[in-house]
């Protein structure tokens, strides 16, 4: 099998990182016009800054607001206005569903697309992949697209505006990535381009944990004073590039499986995605019997955040038997990623490995508040 990497073609980031977006598309050769495709508050917090960067570069531009919903209705709307607007780039600005709907107005018209995302809750920026939702918010497919995006600008000064929740979840979502990364690549598994793992996806999965462990509460303190220190700087790379390249280079395994199957739990519905990745990555470890030391270095760190450790954090306080079965069945339907894993797992061992995670994270606040 051959080995296969793959990253955005440029990735910048900084504070203020918003002013020289002009500069940054003209530098890789992209021409407007520009269909920007943006959620509220995206708009509120950079149209002044569009004007400015845009008009500097030569570039024009028309701004699509975003419904709320990456949907195949909200992605084709937005197909027929960069017809409209003759655009020759597609770019997004907000959350991870207005860059996924940008990336796959993009790929449909096979346009080059840019990534700027205003808050660092997931890995999804970099990748080439959209989660695309009914209207009602279920998810109803993933679509791989050729190319990942051409740019990816994360203007730091944003991101240390935007509420501790969302930064907090995309430390979740980072937690996982070397847990994961690691079973696939141990295990000869298909990343998701299809190829096997390269020593590079290996080593920038692994920075992505250590750099969560070093520099998750620094940044958290960053954001509370809405000020960018280096803490926030690493920390937002690493939720974003490192754990973005780490999951769509290496792969996923039972961590993701698990969220999958959190989602059938209504009262686990309200959480975000990265804080069920969290809960996922304790489940793991307990299904894989990893050594006591990691799971408590887990722990530690996601109680240290403010990340889910039980059951209860993540709106199933007291999960019926029946509840765990149906968690634990959709979480091991045939092509999920926890069948990466190096063993046989079934609902039993499943069901087994989340009572264990819950009763590890009890004991774990218990022991802090002696
Ligand atoms: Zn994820």
Same mark, same amino acid.
């Given at each position: 099998?051959?080995?296969?990497?793959?990253?955005?073609?440029?990735?910048?980031?900084?504070?203020?990182?918003? $002013?020289?977006?002009?500069?940054?598309?003209?530098?890789?050769?992209?021409?407007?016009?520009?269909?920007? #495709?943006?959620?509220?508050?995206?708009?509120?917090?950079?149209?002044?800054?569009?004007?400015?960067?845009?008009?500097?570069?030569?570039?024009?531009?028309?701004?699509? !607001?975003?419904?709320?919903?990456?949907?195949?209705? %909200?992605?084709? =709307?937005?197909?027929?206005?960069?017809?409209?607007?003759?655009? $020759?780039?597609?770019?997004?600005?907000?959350?991870?569903? &207005?860059?996924?709907?940008?990336?796959?107005?993009?790929?449909?018209?096979?346009? !080059?697309?840019?990534?700027?995302?205003?808050?660092?809750?997931?890995?999804?920026?970099?990748?080439?992949?959209?989660?695309? @939702?009914?209207?009602?918010?279920?998810?109803?497919? @993933?679509?791989?697209?050729?190319?990942?995006?051409?740019?990816? #600008?994360?203007?730091?000064?944003?991101?240390? $505006?935007? !509420?501790?929740?969302?930064?907090?979840?995309?430390?979740?979502?980072?937690?996982?990535?070397?847990?994961?990364?690691?079973?696939?690549?141990?295990?000869?598994?298909?990343? +998701? *381009?299809?190829?096997?793992?390269? $020593?590079?996806?290996?080593?920038?999965?692994?920075?992505? @944990?250590?750099?969560?462990?070093?520099?998750?509460?620094?940044? +958290? =303190?960053? #954001?509370?004073?809405?000020? &960018?220190?280096?803490?926030?700087?690493? +920390? &937002?790379?690493?939720?974003?590039? +490192?754990?973005?390249?780490?999951?769509?280079? /290496?792969?996923?395994?039972?961590?993701?499986?698990?969220?999958?199957?959190?989602?059938?739990?209504?009262?686990? =519905?309200?959480?975000?995605?990265?804080?069920?990745?969290?809960?996922?990555?304790?489940?793991?470890?307990?299904?894989?019997?990893?050594? %006591?030391?990691?799971?408590?270095?887990?722990?530690?760190?996601?109680?240290?955040?403010?990340?889910?450790?039980?059951?209860? %954090?993540?709106?199933?306080?007291?999960?019926?038997?029946?509840?765990?079965?149906?968690? /634990?069945? *959709?979480?091991?339907?045939?092509?999920?990623?926890?069948?990466?894993?190096?063993? !046989?797992?079934?609902?039993?061992?499943?069901?087994?490995?989340?009572?264990?995670?819950?009763?590890?994270?009890?004991?774990?606040?218990?022991?802090?508040?002696?």
């Amino acid at each position: 099998m051959l080995k296969v990497f793959c990253a955005p073609a440029r990735y910048t980031q900084g504070p203020d990182a918003t $002013r020289q977006l002009g500069s940054e598309i003209k530098n890789l050769g992209l021409e407007g016009p520009i269909l920007i #495709l943006a959620g509220g508050s995206a708009v509120r917090l950079l149209e002044k800054i569009w004007v400015d960067t845009f008009a500097q570069a030569g570039l024009s531009y028309t701004v699509l !607001p975003f419904s709320g919903e990456c949907t195949v209705a %909200e992605i084709q =709307q937005g197909r027929e206005a960069a017809v409209a607007f003759k655009a $020759r780039l597609i770019l997004g600005a907000g959350g991870g569903k &207005v860059l996924d709907a940008a990336r796959a107005i993009a790929a449909e018209l096979e346009l !080059p697309v840019v990534n700027c995302p205003t808050v660092a809750s997931s890995d999804a920026p970099c990748s080439a992949v959209s989660v695309i @939702y009914s209207p009602e918010g279920l998810v109803e497919e @993933y679509r791989f697209f050729r190319r990942n995006p051409d740019l990816v #600008l994360v203007d730091t000064t944003l991101i240390a $505006r935007s !509420p501790a929740r969302l930064l907090i979840a995309g430390m979740g979502d980072a937690l996982a990535t070397w847990f994961e990364a690691k079973v696939c690549a141990e295990g000869g598994v298909k990343n +998701l *381009r299809g190829g096997a793992s390269t $020593r590079s996806a290996l080593a920038l999965a692994e920075l992505c @944990y250590k750099t969560l462990l070093a520099d998750g509460l620094g940044a +958290l =303190q960053a #954001l509370r004073q809405q000020q &960018v220190n280096e803490s926030l700087e690493r +920390l &937002v790379e690493a939720n974003t590039l +490192l754990s973005g390249l780490g999951f769509e280079s /290496a792969g996923l395994a039972a961590a993701h499986a698990v969220h999958n199957g959190l989602t059938t739990a209504p009262g686990a =519905q309200r959480y975000l995605h990265g804080e069920k990745v969290a809960f996922g990555v304790i489940t793991q470890l307990l299904l894989e019997d990893q050594p %006591e030391a990691i799971v408590q270095e887990v722990l530690g760190f996601s109680k240290s955040v403010g990340l889910p450790i039980t059951f209860a %954090e993540i709106g199933i306080p007291y999960p019926t038997a029946s509840l765990l079965e149906t968690i /634990a069945l *959709r979480t091991t339907v045939a092509g999920e990623t926890i069948h990466h894993e190096p063993f !046989p797992v079934t609902p039993q061992t499943v069901i087994a490995a989340l009572r264990a995670a819950d009763a590890a994270g009890a004991a774990f606040h218990r022991a802090q508040t002696l």
